[in-house]
C-alpha cells in the first residue's frame, strides 16, 4: 500500500495474529461498506472508537452499569484469574449471574455500582484476561444522571 500523500501523521505499521475465521468475518463485514473500506482503514476506525470510549469514562462519579463476558472455561487458568480480581471488587460488584452456555462458554454478567475509576479498572482487567473472547461495559447511570 503506498503511503497517504499529505497525510497528518507518519504511518506506522504493525502485524497483528488473527483467527482466520475470524478476520474473514472481518473482511465480510468490510466489503459491506463499500469501495473506499479496507482492513487499514477499519482498524483505525476501531482504535478510534475504543479511544472515544475513553474519552467518555467519568472516573469521579459514582457509576451503575453491568459487565458481560464470555469465555472459554477451559482457557488455562482464566476462571481462577477472573476469581481473583473479582475478590479485589467486593464493594463495586453488587451481584453476578454465571450462565454455562454449552461445553466450552461461559456468560458472565456482573452488576455494578461504585466510583468510576473503580468500576473501569475492573472491567479493562477481566476484559484483558486472555480467553475472555467477548465483553462489554455498560454504564447505565451515574449518581447525578439518576436525580435527571
Ligand atoms: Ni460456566
Known sequence: ??????????????SIAVPEDLLRAFDEQIKR??????RSEAIRDLIRASLVEDAQRTPDAQVIGSLT???DHHT??????????????????VSTMH????HHN???????????????????K????????HGELTCAA???SLEL
Open 126 to 133: 477481566l476484559l484483558g484476561l486472555r480467553g475472555v473472547s
Open 106 to 124: 461461559c456468560l458472565e454478567i456482573l452488576a455494578l455500582k461504585g466510583r468510576g475509576e473503580r468500576v473501569y479498572e475492573l472491567a479493562d
Open 33 to 38: 461498506r463499500g469501495d473506499n473500506a479496507n
Open 69 to 71: 463476558m464470555i469465555y
Open 142 to 144: 451515574t449518581d447525578s
Open 76 to 93: 488455562g487458568d482464566l476462571t481462577r484469574r477472573l476469581d481473583e480480581v473479582q475478590h479485589d471488587y467486593t464493594d463495586e460488584i
Open 1 to 14: 500500500m503506498a503511503t497517504t500523500p499529505g497525510a497528518a501523521a507518519e504511518l506506522a505499521r504493525f
Open 99 to 102: 450462565v454455562h452456555l454449552d
